[in-house]
């Protein structure tokens, strides 16, 4: 049962332009969403996260929407640079219980920038 | 050094042998995670711990494997009889707190685990 999803593997996108990354839960528990920047043999590396209570959080380049209603996030780099080719993750953490601290991921999208 | 340490970096190992694979989290940090990534995959929970203790082992997939923490800090996944099914990328992360937001999680940069 995949939780969090991703259905895109992958994103080509040219530099200066708007890259979009989608990611669809179905845990209406989730109250906290993250996403994750990842290169080749490095560990994933945390990018921008955001809370239920918002739909919104902006952080430079990078900016995450949540619709609650739709149980749908996306991420937005606007613009995109070649640097930030990479895999990126969808992570979701639900409130309260044991589970407190686990999070859920998507299967990834590769995200490749063209100069 | 300031991050997440993961050892070893590469393991090659028979089938039906046993393997520790070894996480030193950030200073600190009270919560550690052990995730793995299977080929073409994304991250699998496996369990995690707050202080010394393990709330939440859901995710590991059989009894061959086990984990465990002393002193707040370094933690050990074990697995035992090894399959091929096994080999993967076990990623150990570690947090402030577990949960909310400041669950946000400092990953290693895993152990590429390989059964043959």
């Known amino acids: 049962d995949q939780q969090v999803k991703q259905n895109s593997p992958s994103l080509s996108v040219q530099e200066g332009r708007i890259s979009i990354l989608n990611c669809d839960y179905t845990?209406?528990?989730?109250?906290?969403f993250l996403w994750y920047k990842k290169y080749p043999a490095e560990g994933p590396t945390f990018l921008i996260s955001?809370?239920?209570?918002?739909d919104k959080n902006e952080d430079g380049r990078f900016t995450v929407f949540l619709n609650k209603s739709a149980k749908h996030l996306s991420l937005h780099i606007v613009p995109s640079q070649p640097g930030d080719s990479a895999v990126y993750f969808c992570a979701a953490s639900a409130g309260g219980g044991t589970s407190y601290g686990k999070l859920t991921f998507g299967q990834g999208t590769i995200l490749t920038v063209h100069p | 050094g300031a991050g997440v340490s993961q050892s070893p970096s590469n393991k090659v190992t028979e089938k039906g042998k046993d393997v520790e694979l070894r996480c030193d989290p950030i200073?600190?940090?009270?919560?550690l995670y052990w995730y793995r990534q299977s080929l073409g995959q994304g991250l699998e929970f496996l369990i995690y711990?707050?202080?010394?203790?393990?709330?939440?082992k859901s995710g590991l997939p059989s009894d061959r494997f086990s984990a465990e923490r002393t002193g707040g800090s370094v933690s050990t996944l074990t697995i035992q009889r090894t399959q091929q099914e096994d080999s993967a990328v076990y990623l150990c992360?570690?947090?402030?707190?577990?949960?909310?937001?400041?669950?946000?999680?400092?990953f290693g940069a895993g152990t590429r685990l390989s059964v043959l």
């Open positions: 992360a570690s947090s402030f707190i577990a949960g909310g937001a400041k669950n946000i999680q400092y």
């Open positions: 200073s600190g940090h009270t919560a």
């Open positions: 845990n209406s528990m989730f109250d906290y």
């Open positions: 711990f707050q202080g010394n203790s393990a709330p939440d």
């Open positions: 955001i809370s239920s209570i918002k």
